[in-house]
């Protein structure tokens, strides 16, 4: 069982890969304060210092919540991805001060061909690479055998959806990391007739809820962009990665969002907490991984899972909305 909101400690909130270990450690007491159970962590956070923080934190404050991290498999790790999955692990176990993990994912998305792999990036691996010996589902059991790990996941990059079915049809998985947003509500349901969207995931959490997995949905806020500060064109708290409000994609998404804050003003709640009220309602939904810089953020949307999910006329408008390719 973990919490229905989760603490990310990825870099576009910037808190966890910072130096300010008085303030890491103020705001993750207080999100242990509200409830929160679950952080997710991975090594190319920062390059390996949210998990130190992290660790560092929960050693002070002398709690065991539970923990998941990743392992980024780059071009000069295919000769032997298992290796390099169990390598990498362990490191993560180092830095985060435990013994084993509750969560380990796989941090590229799957494919059906060898991906390219430019500048050292690792969005994708090839199923070949997850499957065949010396893989990295190899790496993984070989993680659990030695029980360092408890259970396993991997991401979900978008236009993957045979793949991801495949991967989790071999029974070894039971978690998937995927973005499902007000923007673009694909990951749980067929793409909506007239909504343009650059990646369509194929109704994943679904089909993980029906293998007996569960979904963590990472970026629900889409990179910060559904939030009241981003439709006012506020900029970003001075720890979280910068965005160019004006550029064209921006005044898109900003001009999107404001479409949206129908759903905020009806209830009397921020946008940011509509759009987390709108990733819970789906029942295959484990937890939604917030990003926080404040403690005033962690507060704001962990108040989230005591509120209503949406009425059937705001699903109607909403569903209007996107068969309109949010046209206003």
């Known amino acids: 069982m973990v919490s229905e909101i989760a603490f990310g400690c990825g870099g576009n909130a910037g808190l966890m890969i910072k130096d300010d270990h008085e303030e890491q450690l103020r705001i993750i007491a207080r999100a242990l304060e509200l409830g929160i159970t679950y952080f997710d962590n991975a090594p190319d956070y920062g390059d390996g210092s949210a998990e130190i923080n992290l660790g560092l934190a929960l050693k002070s404050i002398g709690v065991r919540p539970v923990l998941n991290t990743k392992v980024e498999i780059r071009a000069e790790n295919l000769d032997n991805v298992a290796d390099h999955v169990v390598r990498s692990a362990e490191y993560s176990l180092r830095r985060l001060g435990v013994d084993c993990v509750d969560m380990f994912q796989i941090h590229n998305g799957p494919c059906r061909i060898h991906p390219r792999f430019d500048g050292g990036t690792y969005a994708q691996l090839s199923l070949d690479h997850f499957l065949s010996p010396g893989g990295a589902l190899e790496g993984i059991e070989r993680l659990k055998r030695a029980g360092k790990i408890k259970y396993a996941g991997f991401i979900c990059r978008g236009n993957d959806g045979e793949e991801v079915r495949q991967l989790l049809d071999t029974g070894v998985f039971h978690l998937i990391n995927v ?49 009241d500060d981003s439709v006012a064109g506020i900029g970003r708290h001075q720890l979280a990665r910068a965005y160019d409000l004006e550029s064209q994609t921006s005044l898109r998404l900003r001009q999107m969002a404001r479409a949206l804050t129908f759903l905020s003003r009806e209830d009397g709640c921020t946008l940011a907490q509509a759009a987390y009220r709108f990733v819970l309602m789906h029942k295959g939904v484990a937890t939604a991984l917030g990003g926080f810089s404040s403690v005033a953020q962690l507060e704001e949307i962990a108040a989230v899972p005591d509120m209503s999910p949406f009425s059937s006329d705001q699903m109607v408008a909403l569903e209007a909305l996107w068969t309109d390719d949010f046209r206003i």
Do not use: M
Not at 201 to 217: E, F, K, L, P
């Open 179 to 227: 973005p499902y947003t007000l923007f673009n509500p694909t990951a749980a349901r067929a793409k909506p007739n007239g909504l343009t969207v650059e990646r369509d995931y194929a109704d994943v959490i679904s089909a993980a809820h029906q293998r007996d997995a569960s979904a963590a949905v990472y970026s629900p806020l889409a990179s910060g962009f559904l939030t």
